[in-house]
C-alpha cells in the first residue's frame, strides 16, 4: 500500500479520513475511546512532520441530516485533550465556513471536521460530494479501516480527486489481517462465536482455505449441533441453514480442517440476570432449555487447542456473556488468547470491546478496530477503502 513515509507533508494540507464513530451515550460521551487513540500514530506524524491537518469522520447514523444528536463536538475535545494541543471544530465538512477554517491554519495545526454524514451525498459516494470534499485537501490519507468496507465519498470518493494513501493504522491493520490469512505461523486457528450463521458463511468458506483448526461456539454453533441432530431445546437456531451447516462440516473434514463444536454446554430457560444456569453435556439438552454459553470441559478443550497453535483469530463471543452466569467461556478463552505466546488477532466488534473490558490489551497482538471490515477482510472480499490505497 502507499503509505506516508516518503511523503513531503511539511506546508501540505492534509485532509485524513480516520474511524471517529465510537460508542456513545445519549449525551453523546464518549464509552471507549480505542478507535480515536488508535489513529492517533498517523495524526501525531503528519501534525510532526508541519501538515495542516484536518480530520472527517462520520459517527451513528444521521441518515443524510444535519443532527446534533450526532455532531462531533465531544469528540474534538477528547481529541484536543489526548494531543494536548487545541483541536479546532468547524459544524460543517464542506462549504464556506470551513474552506475559510482551512485556509487560516498553520503548520502543525489540526482541524475537525463536523460529521460528514450529515449529507447524503456521503453514503452515496456522489461525485460532487466527494469533489467538494477534496477541495480542502491537498493529499488525502485514509486511516479509517473501520469504515473501509463502505465506498463511501469521504473513504474512497475523494481518491478520484486526491492522491490517496495509507495512514499507519489501516496499513497496520491489514498488515496483521493479511498475516492470518495467508502467512501467518502454522497451525492456524479461527475461534468463531457470536450470534448467528448467516452473518459468517463467507467467513468459514474462506477460512476453510485458510486454517488448520476452527473452534464455533455462542448461538451460531446451536446450527451445527442441531445439523448433527442433536437436540438443543428452545436454543437460537437458523433452521433454514441445516443443510448449509452439513456441508460446511463435510467440506471441513475434505479439506482436513479440523472443525470443533462445544461437548458441553451451560443452559437456563430464559436470557436473564436471575436465570439459573446449569452444565450439561451436548447431548443432553432438555427441550424447554436454552444453551448459552460453552461449558467448562469446552472451555478446557478449547483452551487445550489454543495452547497448539501458532497463530489464533477470534471474532464473536462464545456465549451471552452480557449476563455474568453465560460470560465464562468468553472470558477463559479471552484469558487464553492473551497468555498463548502465539500471534493472536481479535477480529473487531463485540469482541476487541471484551477484551478492553477485561484490561486484557496487553497480552493481544493485534486488536482490530474494525467489525463488519474486519469480517469482509477475513472473508476474502477486497475493501474499497484499503483498494484506493493500492490501486
Ligand atoms: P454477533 O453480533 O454476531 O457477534 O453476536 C453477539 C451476540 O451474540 C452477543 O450479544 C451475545 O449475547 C450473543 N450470543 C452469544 N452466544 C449466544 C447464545 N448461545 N445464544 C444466544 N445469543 C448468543
Known amino acids: 500500500m502507499r503509505n506516508l513515509r516518503n511523503l513531503e507533508i511539511k ?56 443532527n446534533g444528536k450526532y455532531s462531533l463536538d465531544k469528540i474534538a475535545s477528547h481529541l484536543a485533550s489526548l494531543l494536548n494541543m487545541p483541536v479546532t471544530m468547524v459544524d460543517d465538512c464542506i462549504g464556506e465556513e470551513v474552506q475559510r477554517a482551512v485556509q487560516k491554519m498553520q503548520d502543525g495545526q489540526v482541524l475537525l471536521l463536523q460529521n460528514v454524514r450529515y449529507y447524503e451525498g456521503e ?14 485537501g491537498e493529499i488525502f490519507i485514509n486511516d479509517a479501516f473501520g469504515t473501509a468496507h463502505r465506498a463511501h465519498s469521504s473513504t474512497t470518493g475523494i481518491a478520484d480527486y486526491l492522491p ?23 497451525p492456524r486457528m479461527a475461534i468463531l462465536g457470536g450470534a448467528k450463521v448467516a452473518d459468517k458463511l463467507g467467513l468459514i468458506h474462506n477460512l ?26 428452545k436454543s437460537i437456531c437458523e433452521d433454514g441453514l441445516l443443510e448449509e451447516a452439513r ?25 436473564s440476570a436471575d436465570a439459573a444456569a446449569e452444565i450439561v453435556d451436548v447431548d443432553q439438552v432438555k427441550a424447554g432449555k436454552m444453551i448459552l454459553d460453552i461449558g467448562p470441559k469446552t472451555v478446557e478443550l478449547f483452551k487445550n487447542l489454543v495452547k497448539d497453535a501458532q497463530t489464533v483469530v477470534w471474532n464473536g463471543p462464545l456465549g451471552v456473556f452480557e449476563y455474568e452466569q453465560f460470560a465464562n467461556g468468553t ?19 463485540d469482541t476487541s470491546v471484551i477484551v478492553h473490558d477485561l484490561g486484557l490489551e496487553a497480552g493481544i497482538t493485534h486488536i482490530s478496530t474494525g467489525g463488519g471490515a474486519t469480517l469482509e477482510f477475513l472473508e476474502g472480499i477486497e475493501l474499497p477503502g484499503v483498494a484506493v490505497c493500492e490501486h
Not at 471517529?20 to 464518549?30: G, Q, S
Not at 453514503?123 to 480542502?136: G, M, T, V
Not at 472470558?331 to 466488534?349: E, M, N, Y
Open 247 to 271: 456441508s460446511l462440516m463435510n467440506a471441513a473434514q475434505s479439506k482436513n480442517v479440523r472443525l470443533v463444536l462445544p461437548q458441553d454446554v451451560v443452559v437456563a430457560d430464559e436470557i
Open 208 to 233: 476453510l482455505d485458510k486454517m488448520d483448526t476452527i473452534l464455533i461456539g455462542g448461538g451460531m454453533a446451536n446450527t451445527f449441533l442441531k445439523a448433527q441432530g442433536k437436540n438443543i431445546g
Open 164 to 186: 490517496a494513501y495509507a495512514g499507519f493504522l489501516m496499513e497496520n491493520e491489514v498488515a496483521m489481517l493479511r498475516k492470518v490469512l495467508e502467512d501467518g505461523e502454522k
Open 11 to 66: 506546508g501540505k494540507r492534509v485532509l485524513m479520513r480516520v474511524d471517529f464513530n465510537v460508542p456513545t451515550d445519549k449525551e453523546n460521551n464518549i464509552l471507549d475511546d480505542a478507535k480515536i487513540t488508535a489513529a492517533l500514530p498517523t495524526i501525531q506524524y503528519v501534525l510532526q512532520q508541519g501538515g495542516r491537518l484536518i480530520l472527517m469522520s462520520h459517527l451513528g447514523r444521521p441518515q443524510g441530516k444535519k
Open 123 to 136: 453514503e452515496k459516494n456522489d461525485p460532487e460530494f466527494s469533489r467538494q470534499l477534496a477541495s480542502l
Open 331 to 349: 472470558r477463559a478463552i479471552t484469558q487464553a488468547l492473551a497468555d498463548s505466546p502465539a500471534t493472536t488477532v481479535i477480529g473487531g466488534g
